[in-house]
């Protein structure tokens, strides 16, 4: 299965954004899905994971601000980032898991100005 990230950019303290994760080659319906991040000089990040039952659990760094979720139709998970903050930037990244390997995105750049 391959990945693709989309929906980074440059945005303000207390903005919005929407991440997408879009998977060709095959279905992830079945699939668990997580959204890490990586900021520079420190290590990845788990920020949120959502199972095939829509089963969701976040990072402390993500509760009460990013809510995951999934559109199976779509074969796409979404990351909804909303108050960011400057320490919210960092590379995302999406990953799928199917035991036992795991697959991982190339990730999408998001950046937040103070």
């Known amino acids: 299965v391959q990945l693709a990230e989309s929906g980074g950019g440059l945005v303000q303290t207390g903005g919005s954004l929407r991440l997408s994760c879009t998977a060709s080659?095959?279905?992830?319906?079945?699939?668990?899905m997580g959204w890490y991040r990586q900021a520079p000089g420190k290590e990845r990040e788990w920020v949120a994971s959502?199972?095939?039952?829509?089963?969701?659990n976040y990072g402390d760094s993500a509760k009460g601000r990013f809510t995951i979720s999934r559109d199976n139709a779509k074969n796409t998970v979404y990351l909804q980032m909303n108050s960011l903050k400057p320490e919210d930037t960092a590379v995302y990244y999406c990953?799928?898991?199917?035991?036992?390997?795991?697959?991982w995105g190339p990730g999408t750049q998001v950046t937040v100005s103070s």
């Open positions: 990953r799928a898991a199917s035991a036992p390997m795991y697959y």
């Open positions: 959502i199972n095939r039952l829509r089963l969701t």
């Open positions: 080659g095959r279905t992830i319906s079945s699939n668990a």
